[in-house]
């Protein structure tokens, strides 16, 4: 048996303490979801506070408990979020309420009723209107059951309205302390994104036409499965910061219009093109591989042109000038001639390797899939940039419909 060294035990909590010290720092130094963290567990504790406050002053509740619990419960990232969990708190304890005094009336408090009513209250918390607050309905039963039999009706009133008032001042602290209002994170995850796909298409192009190194087809690979993933994420992004918009006090007094609808649409043709990416990085993994036939070297040198092409348009894909929606569209039909005259090329010229038709075939494909892609989701996608406004204007986007 080993025996820890004393002066190792602070080194230890020190270790523990420096992650939620360097969060803190982030949290206090700049914007991001490190203060958003740090916001809504401030809100959090000064929700359960007030409510606790109310239930002991006012209320005059012995055992203020139901309202600080719920207010604790129902402070969320948004006020949708806020208001329906409020809700669905308070819904979860009528039923349990109500299922245990309508047992406790009934049949009394005996061994033999309280299996089957909690077996009742287990199923209900399943019901998924109640969403995770569904476990409050078997603990409100039991804990009705046990301290008052079920049939204490001015406990029941006192829960009912400790429970409702706690979700009232969790939903109100949310709102009035810096409610939340997440459009800072979605613009700076879809930018980010754009920035991942066009690096890597970028990088691609510049060494097929350096000369190819095979070992570069994996990293490339690698990338783009990891850019792949990132696609889903940021939705989530776009969708948590449309969500905090709504019944928002923020947002009703600042005025801010996020044009979502293209957020969501540069999310999906981004996520999209970055999937053929990927599969432009698999042929090449398996031309190194040895699985395929390479293409030649004045093919894939041709084809680094197309990914020129590709890699800028990613760069323009929902920028809201004039100018720049012009030259992306250039740069796709740029892109498709070329994969047209490629495709030609392969048809008519003698192969070097007859088996690496394959691979010349996989490349142009996800190529074209890549142009249709960027070009079918053009009109109606938006990618903010880091000093232009936060909605494109209406005008612009209706007059290039």
């Known amino acids: 048996m080993t025996t820890e060294h004393p002066s190792s035990v602070p080194a230890r909590v020190l270790g523990l303490l420096a992650e939620p ?12 979801a490190e203060r958003e963290t740090a916001l809504l567990l401030v809100k ?3 929700a359960t506070v007030l409510a606790w406050k109310f239930a002991v002053l006012v209320l005059h509740s012995t055992t203020p408990f139901y309202a600080p619990m719920a207010a604790l419960l129902v402070v969320d990232r948004t006020m949708v979020r806020s208001i329906s969990a409020s809700a669905q708190r308070l819904l979860a304890v009528m039923v349990g309420m109500g299922v245990a005094w309508a047992v406790g009336s009934t049949a009394g408090l005996h061994w033999w009723s309280m299996g ?5 209250a287990l199923l209900i918390a399943r019901w998924h209107r109640l969403g995770s607050h569904g476990a409050q309905v078997p603990t409100m039963v039991l804990l ?11 406990f029941t009133r006192l829960t009912l309205v400790e429970t409702l008032v706690g979700g009232v001042i969790g939903v109100a602290t949310n709102a009035v302390l810096i409610a939340p209002l997440h459009v800072r994170r979605p613009r700076e995850e879809i930018t980010r ?7 890597l298409l970028r990088d691609m192009a510049d060494s097929l036409h350096d000369g190819w ?6 990293e490339w690979h690698a990338r783009g499965q990891g850019i792949t993933a990132l696609a889903p994420q940021v939705s989530e992004h776009v969708a948590t910061g449309r969500e905090s918009t709504r019944l928002n006090p923020v947002d009703n007094v600042q005025g801010l219009q996020v044009d979502w609808d293209g957020y969501e649409h540069a999310v999906d043709a981004l996520g999209r093109a970055q999937w053929q990416a ?12 040895d699985d395929l036939a390479p293409p030649s070297r004045e093919f894939l040198a041709a084809y680094a042109d197309v990914l020129d092409d590709l890699a800028a348009a990613i760069a323009l894909f929902g920028r809201p000038a004039d100018d720049e929606r012009h030259e992306l569209a250039a740069r796709l039909d740029q892109a498709n001639a070329r994969l047209q005259r490629l495709s030609d090329r392969v048809r008519d010229t003698r192969l070097e390797h007859p088996g690496s038709w394959p691979a ?4 142009l494909l996800d190529a074209s899939r890549t142009v249709r892609v960027l070009s079918r989701g053009r009109e109606g996608a938006a990618v903010p940039t880091e000093s232009g406004p936060i909605r494109r204007p209406v005008l612009s986007r209706h007059r290039h419909r």
């Open 21 to 32: 010290w360097r969060t803190l720092r982030a949290a206090w130094a700049h914007p991001g």
């Open 44 to 46: 959090s504790a000064v």
């Open 116 to 120: 089957p009513v909690m077996i009742v």
């Open 144 to 154: 009705s059951l046990l301290t008052a039999g079920g049939t204490d009706s001015a």
């Open 193 to 199: 994104l754009a920035d991942e796909v066009h690096r």
């Open 213 to 218: 190194d095979p070992a570069a087809a994996h």
């Open 278 to 289: 990927t599969g432009i990085a698999r042929t090449l993994v398996d031309a190194a591989d």
């Open 360 to 363: 010349y075939g996989a490349l």
